[in-house]
């Protein structure tokens, strides 16, 4: 285990339970709909390790992928409390089925920008997709989550795709950094 890890709260092998059940969750949700033809949309840079295990897991519908690239904290480990679209989707969303899929959901900022945003563009329908969701320190209001892999206390989290100034995103499961890293 890294040294800058004062925990972990998710092993590799509970990520991967996780990620299967969450995924069949989703397929059965979509089947139920009679929806068969999905795009699932990976926020970068965090949830591509999460997005690439799970979509794994939604093999018998009609799925295509793209990804979009929004503003991260930078190297603190506070929220700036604006999300910007740095690169948008290539592919055409109006009329689609669209699946966001994000790793954590901390202040609701950014999500509520990617929502507004798919909104915009005249998707059928949206759904959320989280591996972790952090409430407690939620600012926006009325963001539903539609998937959410697990609940998070108020501690910054690295590992399987979070980051920190960039690093510990290999880190194959998740764990509570340790404040000393980012309190210097
Ligand atoms: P929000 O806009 O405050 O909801 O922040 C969402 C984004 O902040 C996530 O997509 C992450 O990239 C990042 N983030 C929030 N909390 C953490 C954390 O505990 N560890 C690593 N990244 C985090
Ligand atoms: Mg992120």
């Known amino acids: ?14 990520l991967a339970q996780r990620v299967e059940a969450l ?6 949700y979509y089947k139920k709909e009679h929806i068969n033809s ?9 949830s591509v390790i999460f997005f690439s295990d799970l979509i794994r897991h939604i093999d018998d ?9 929004i503003s991260s904290y930078g190297s603190s480990a506070e929220t700036c409390g604006k999300a910007d679209i740095l690169n948008d989707v290539a ?32 998707v059928k329908s949206l759904k959320l997709c989280t591996l972790l969701d952090k409430p407690v320190r939620r ?8 998937f959410c892999g697990f609940e998070v206390p108020d ?27 980012y309190k210097k």
């Open 1 to 14: 285990m890294s040294k800058d890890i004062s925990q972990v709260l998710y092993s590799a092998e509970e």
């Open 23 to 28: 995924g069949k969750e989703i397929s059965q």
């Open 38 to 46: 999905l795009l699932v949309v990976s926020v970068l840079r965090g």
């Open 61 to 69: 519908l009609d799925l295509e992928f793209d990804f979009i690239t």
């Open 91 to 122: 592919e055409k969303v109006a009329g689609r089925h669209v699946l966001i899929v994000e790793d954590i959901i901390d202040t609701g900022i950014t999500m509520a920008a990617v929502v507004e945003r798919f909104l915009a563009k005249g």
């Open 139 to 146: 600012k926006v209001q009325n963001l539903k989550i539609d």
């Open 155 to 181: 501690q910054f989290i690295v590992g399987y795709g979070l980051d920190y100034a960039g690093r510990y995103r290999q880190l194959p499961y998740i764990g509570v950094l340790a404040p000393s890293v």
